[in-house]
């Protein structure tokens, strides 16, 4: 069936430097997208969400771009810091069932 | 204003004992769910709830039960444990399904390790 899915599952980043975190899905009828962030420990937190109407959304220092031509999904953190080392995951929305599917994570590591 | 509280935070089980984890969330929420989360695997729906006194099964229901007695809290039982069951269980909820720039608040988790 369709799922959500990440392209990397770990990211290592220097502090400082700006993260790219990618998502793929592939269920085209998904009309809503959220990023969540995890951390050790810790429960999912909502980061920034997007509708499918949207190819991007701004937040603070976090970016959200959609693709929909190639069903593609990134979180953009600018300026990272050690307090962003978490999993990060996406969920869509698929409209004919109601509810949030979500992908695997990838693992940020923020380096000094 | 505590959000969404789960019980307990750690717990082990022996192999066909039965236990009931406990959601409670204070923001009046209409729906409530609950996950699970493997290692290298999403979140996955166990069963989720609209509304006080409705349940729905999820993606994996098999070996749980549900109850939504009181619109603030959501329990999950396992009747039987076994060890496929050992997992993170989160909790979560929303005021009605999905809502713009606030998606789901979840709970800290339960982690559950069955022996």
């Known amino acids: 069936g369709e799922s959500v899915g990440l392209h990397l599952p770990t990211l290592s980043v220097q502090e400082g430097d700006n993260s790219i975190i990618n998502c793929a899905y592939s269920?085209?009828?998904?009309?809503?997208f959220i990023w969540y962030k995890q951390e050790s420990g810790k429960g999912p937190q909502f980061i920034i969400d997007?509708?499918?109407?949207?190819d991007k959304r701004q937040g603070q220092r976090v970016t959200v771009l959609l693709n929909k031509t190639v069903k593609h999904l990134s979180l953009q953190i600018a300026a990272t810091q050690p307090g962003d080392s978490a999993v990060y995951f996406c969920a869509e929305n698929i409209p004919r069932w109601g509810k949030l599917q979500f992908g695997a994570g990838t693992q940020v590591v923020v380096t000094p | 204003n505590a959000g969404v509280t789960q019980t307990p935070k750690f717990r082990v089980l022996k192999t066909g004992q039965s236990m009931t984890l406990l959601c409670a969330q204070d923001?009046?929420?209409?729906?409530m769910y609950w996950y699970r989360q493997d290692p290298g695997m999403g979140l996955r729906l166990i069963h989720y709830s609209v509304g006080e006194g409705t349940t729905a099964k999820g993606e994996v229901p098999d070996g749980y039960n549900v109850s939504r007695l009181k619109k603030q809290n959501f329990l999950l039982g396992l009747e039987s444990a076994a060890p496929s069951q050992t997992s993170v269980y989160f909790c979560?909820?929303?005021?009605?399904?999905?809502?713009?720039?606030?998606?789901?608040?979840f709970g800290s988790g339960t982690r559950l390790t069955v022996v």
């Open positions: 269920n085209s009828a998904s009309d809503y």
């Open positions: 979560a909820s929303s005021y009605r399904g999905l809502s713009w720039d606030y998606g789901y608040t």
């Open positions: 997007i509708r499918s109407n949207m």
């Open positions: 923001m009046n929420h209409e729906y």
